[in-house]
């Protein structure tokens, strides 16, 4: 169980590497005060940007991606529960909503043609080298290690991709029941390895 | 080592890590948001996930937003002043209550009848006109060929099940409403029904074809695992337009 932040008291919780405060920042944002989603824009933006990319594919709407999730955030910032969750994990997780909602319908449709499919674009990196920029000691890089090399591919692929089923079967030409499989049993080592 | 997962605690980290992932169709996360409202053991799975993953979020290459992008933003946030504010209870609702103290006076009157009668004729005057279904399905029992439940969609897609017939559902299990438009699609969740048997808004729907499948299955306590019915489905039927 996660430690309730005190958020009533000074910003900057003992145990945290980061110095913003982000779970201080979104009470604030549910007082309304623009101040608290200016500062967190001002620490994440670029980050998020980066996220709605490679999820996107393109500029434009990986911009548009993260104007929505920050008006999303102003308005549903009083839904925060500080108690179940960090504030930054819920943050992203309002920008990664709505990237993959913009690719969903358009990537469910042309799951079903394979031509659309050929054409969609390999990702901006590979994705182990994403594993590199990781700390080397942090639980979630170990753990992703641990994992056979596809599990581990298709994990990635699915998430900082935003790839569906189909494309990840696609791409690492292997049937879809196979991919289907191995992403399942890939999560459960995860959480079993993070537990 | 941690203790073995229970399957049905399995079947539930899977479903949140893959809604996680970006894996579930746009109906089945739909279907998830809405269950993690009622399901606080889901609700946490998909937190705990959010959290587990999100370092990966901090490897990927950050890029500078457009130059205008905060004040875009800004422009389009709601004044401070309109920020949430509670709801304010509508004419109808203030009517009715109106018309609830009235029925007591009227009781202790002794015109309770009258007063009854009245009430009926000012609340049925008061209430918008009931919309007619533009198509109804009616779920025959599997064993039983008894009708067991109908669901009706409106102009627009809302749709409402009314269950005719209690539906005995064992501990733990839950049952799951889903429709079967295009078979090259697969059946479609509406979402679990809530636990009292009274009529339920599954949401909207795109216009309902003639014929369309309409099932509730049996189902583990958060919903089918796999976005497809697993359980036993208990009542079934094809939805009919009426003519006009």
């Known amino acids: 169980m996660k430690p309730v932040p005190d958020t009533s008291s000074q910003p900057q919780a003992a145990l945290r590497d980061d110095r913003f405060d982000y779970e201080a920042a979104l009470v604030a944002c549910a007082r309304g005060d623009r101040r608290a989603l200016e500062a967190i824009y001002a620490a994440e933006a670029r980050q998020l940007v980066g996220v709605a990319q490679r999820i996107v594919r393109r500029r434009d709407l990986a911009n548009d991606v993260v104007h929505d999730a920050f ?20 943050i992203y997780a309002v920008v990664r ?99 | 080592m941690t203790p073995a997962m229970t399957p049905e605690e399995e079947d539930r980290q899977a479903l949140a890590g893959e809604h996680v992932l970006g894996l579930l169709s746009a109906e089945e996360v739909a279907w ?64 009715d209550a109106g018309l609830w103290s009235s029925l007591g006076f009227w009781r202790a009157a002794g015109f309770a009848a009258t007063a009854a009668a009245v009430l009926i004729a000012a609340t049925t005057w008061l209430r918008p006109p009931q919309p007619t279904p533009i198509a109804i399905a009616v779920l025959l029992g599997r064993e039983s ?15 409402r099940l009314v269950p005719l017939a209690p539906i005995d559902v064992p501990a733990g299990r839950a049952l799951q409403l889903w429709t079967l438009k295009d078979p090259a699609q697969g059946p479609i969740s509406l979402g679990l029904l809530p636990s009292g048997q009274g009529p339920w808004s599954p949401g909207t729907l795109d216009p309902v074809q003639p014929g369309q499948l309409f099932e509730i299955s049996l189902e583990p306590g958060t919903g089918s695992p796999t976005g497809r019915p697993t359980g036993p489905v208990l009542l079934i039927g094809r939805a009919a337009l009426p003519p006009g």
Not at chain 1, 71 to 90: E, H, K, L, Y
Not at chain 1, 159 to 185: C, F, N
């Open chain 1, 97 to 195: 909503h709505r990237a993959l909602n913009m690719v969903r319908d358009e990537r469910f449709e042309t799951g079903l043609d394979e031509t659309a499919l050929a054409e969609t674009p390999d990702p901006a990196e590979p994705v182990p080298d994403l594993l590199v920029r990781m700390a080397e000691h942090a639980a979630l890089r170990r753990c992703l290690e641990a994992l056979d090399e596809q599990r581990r591919t298709c994990i990635l692929l699915a998430y900082t991709d935003g790839l569906s089923h189909t494309q990840i079967a696609e791409r690492l030409r292997a049937p879809l029941g196979t991919v289907k499989a191995w992403i399942r049993r890939g999560l459960l080592s995860l959480r079993d390895c993070l537990a």
């Open chain 2, 145 to 159: 060929q008894a009708p067991g439940a109908i669901v009706e969609t409106f102009a627009g897609g809302r749709t």
């Open chain 2, 32 to 95: 998830v948001e809405r269950a993690r409202r009622r399901d606080a053991l889901l609700d946490q799975a998909i937190t705990d996930w959010q959290e587990r993953l999100q370092p990966l979020d901090l490897a990927v290459t950050p890029l500078e937003p457009e130059p205008a992008l905060w004040e875009r933003i800004t422009a389009s946030l709601a004044p401070p002043a309109q920020a949430p504010r509670p709801v304010r209870p509508g004419l109808l609702t203030r009517l």
């Open chain 1, 71 to 90: 008006v999303q955030i102003w308005n549903r910032a009083a839904t925060f529960d500080p108690r179940r969750g960090s504030g930054r994990a819920w």
